[in-house]
């Protein structure tokens, strides 16, 4: 910083204040800034922000510590949404990942918290309730796609609205003229947080318009599951008119069904599905689908754990509905 100075040809804390960005309060000419600016870029000066955060107690750092988010090519668009929310507000963002193993996350924020970071996201792969570590609990925080059960919210927590897109799937086939012969396609599993809040909506929806949920073909939330399932409802004697799949992978599995089955996509059976992965736009016809907006939940948390300071609370994100050609209006026998 001295050399710089000296070079400009102007005192040390004229230096320092141009090269912080606090020039104007102090009425800095604007020659005397160039000056410093260009001497800085002759002699490759850069500043010392380690130094800098002994002094403030400020590192301008947020870590993510995540189960399994960074290795899924689909839901790490949060991480994409939260590097982004981190860029705009002047700050990095340090990446962590557990695979769920405990001791691994202890060890991994206990490093963090030796580089001083200034705050942490929280943050799981499958909406669910968790507990917060301990080394967490007294830090600025924000969970993202998880909360913490207890009758008021200590921290802020970044969700997906599942309910509502429960609600949204059964809209949509009532909209379309559906009334009978609709389906949930998948493990209807109450302790999974995403199934509960999704089925509530899809059941609320269809009770208000006084129609009745056929029922639910029980499988796994993968392919192979779900191609087995449907393709033997099938062979029993099911006539489905609608399927609400529990995600994109469970609609390709009833796709294939469906077709062995002798039935046509959406002419003989609407087909709606929940996630919007990359699989929703490959799939012939293309599948309606309704988001999750991992992009959008990242940036979020990022945006509350840097903006004013609120009532820790519950958020959650509307999951927009991506209307392809998988729905139509049912066939009169």
């Not at 008021?152 to 799937?169: K, Q, V, Y």
């Not at 012969?181 to 995403?194: L, M, Q, R």
């Not at 609320?204 to 409802?233: F, H, I, K, M």
Request: glycine fraction near 8%; aromatic fraction near 6%; hydrophobic fraction near 45%.
């Amino acid at each position: 910083m001295l050399q710089v100075a000296q070079r400009a040809g102007v005192s040390r804390s004229t230096a320092s204040f141009v090269l912080t960005g606090r020039h104007q309060d102090m009425r800095i000419s604007e020659d005397a800034r160039q000056r410093v600016l260009r001497a800085a870029q002759e002699l490759d000066y850069r500043p010392n922000l380690m130094a800098r955060s002994l002094r403030t107690k400020v590192t301008k750092t947020i870590a993510l510590v995540s189960d399994t988010i960074a290795a899924d090519p689909y839901a790490g668009r949060a991480i994409h949404g939260s590097l982004a929310a981190a860029i705009a507000h002047g700050h990095l963002l340090f990446i962590g990942e557990t695979d769920g193993d405990p001791v691994v996350e202890q060890r991994l924020i206990a490093d963090f918290l030796d580089r001083q970071v200034d705050a942490f996201i929280y943050a799981s792969m499958f909406t669910q309730y968790v507990r917060l570590p301990r080394q967490l609990r007294e830090r600025p925080v924000v969970l993202l796609n998880c909360l913490i059960r207890g009758a008021r919210p200590l921290h802020h927590s970044i969700i997906p609205d599942e309910l509502t897109a429960g609600l949204t799937a059964a809209r949509t086939l009532l909209e379309a003229g559906h009334r009978q012969g609709i389906y949930v396609v998948g493990h209807a599993d109450k302790g999974v947080f995403a199934s509960r809040e999704r089925m509530t909506g899809i059941q609320e929806e269809l009770g208000t318009a006084g129609v009745r949920l056929a029922g639910v073909v029980d499988c796994n939330w993968w392919p192979d599951s779900a191609y087995d399932a449907v393709r033997q409802a099938l062979v029993d004697g099911l006539a489905p008119k609608a399927l609400i799949c529990v995600n994109d992978r469970v609609a390709l599995g009833a796709y294939q069904a469906l077709r062995e089955g002798g039935l046509a996509i959406p002419d003989d059976v609407s087909v709606i599905s929940f996630d919007d992965s990359e699989l929703a736009a490959w799939l012939r016809p293309q599948l309606t689908s309704i988001a999750l907006p991992h992009y959008e939940l990242g940036w979020r948390a990022v945006e509350t754990l840097l903006g004013p300071s609120a009532e820790p609370g519950i958020t959650r994100l509307a999951m927009p509905i991506r209307r392809r050609h998988s729905v139509a209006k049912p066939t009169v026998e």
